[in-house]
Nanobody, 122 residues
């Protein structure tokens, strides 16, 4: 059974930074490209970016490009999301997910974790 458990969320002031982690189990992590997404209250899930199986390639969507960075450690089965220069509009529940097919910029998703809350407020 695929299990994805996010951690590292919390409250931060505008301009601050957070590093989210996603611990993966129940599948061969290194054989899957992975993704991060977020969902704000009353809005649909927003795809933020993806990383290839080896971590060699990444794709980040416009709202977060240059501020967020996706990385992975296949030896530890952990996916990361480094978030810098956080803004109030970044407030959301952040989730990691598996990619089952497609390109990094337009993937088909498999399973998602439950997510971790990030709140950006002064």
């Amino acid at each position: 059974e695929v299990q994805l458990v996010e951690s590292g969320g919390g409250s931060v002031q505008p301009g601050g930074s957070l590093r989210l982690s996603c611990a993966a189990s129940g599948f061969t992590f290194s054989q899957f490209a992975m993704a991060w997404a977020r969902q704000a209250p009353g809005k649909e899930r927003e795809f933020l970016g993806a990383i290839s199986k080896t971590g060699e390639f990444t794709h980040h969507k416009d709202p977060v490009r240059g501020r967020f960075a996706i990385d992975r450690d296949n030896a530890k089965n952990i996916l990361y999301l480094e978030m810098n220069d956080l803004k109030p509009e970044d407030t959301a529940v952040y989730s990691c997910g598996t990619i089952t097919s497609g390109e990094l910029w337009s993937p088909t998703f498999g399973s998602w974790g439950q997510g971790t809350q990030v709140t950006v407020s002064s």
